[in-house]
């Protein structure tokens, strides 16, 4: 998961605190855990695996918030294989 990558990054010791402090802060007003978020993830793949192939390795979800009031928003980048025929039977 990508989360683990972003803790993770390369970069100063004090840019990487200060990321992972945000990353806390954004999870704590969501008020969503990282389980939580792997819950969703796998969920939202499930739905839309029904009507579109998409390659889950790279699928990325992650929890932000807005530039303007903090408002905590879900981003998704779903990056889809091929669209399933519909079967009217």
């Given at each position: 998961m990508d989360i683990l990558n972003f803790l993770g990054r390369q970069h100063g010791t004090k840019d990487t605190a200060k990321d992972r402090l945000k990353f806390v802060l954004i999870h704590d007003r969501a008020n969503c855990s990282t389980d939580l978020l792997e819950m969703l993830k796998?969920?939202?793949f499930k739905v839309i695996s029904n009507y579109m192939e998409i390659d889950e390795e790279e699928l990325d979800m992650q929890i932000a918030t807005t530039d303007n009031?903090?408002?905590p928003v879900l981003y998704?980048?779903?990056p889809i294989k091929n669209i399933k025929k519909k079967n009217n039977a």
């Open positions: 796998n969920d939202i009031d903090g408002t998704a980048n779903i």
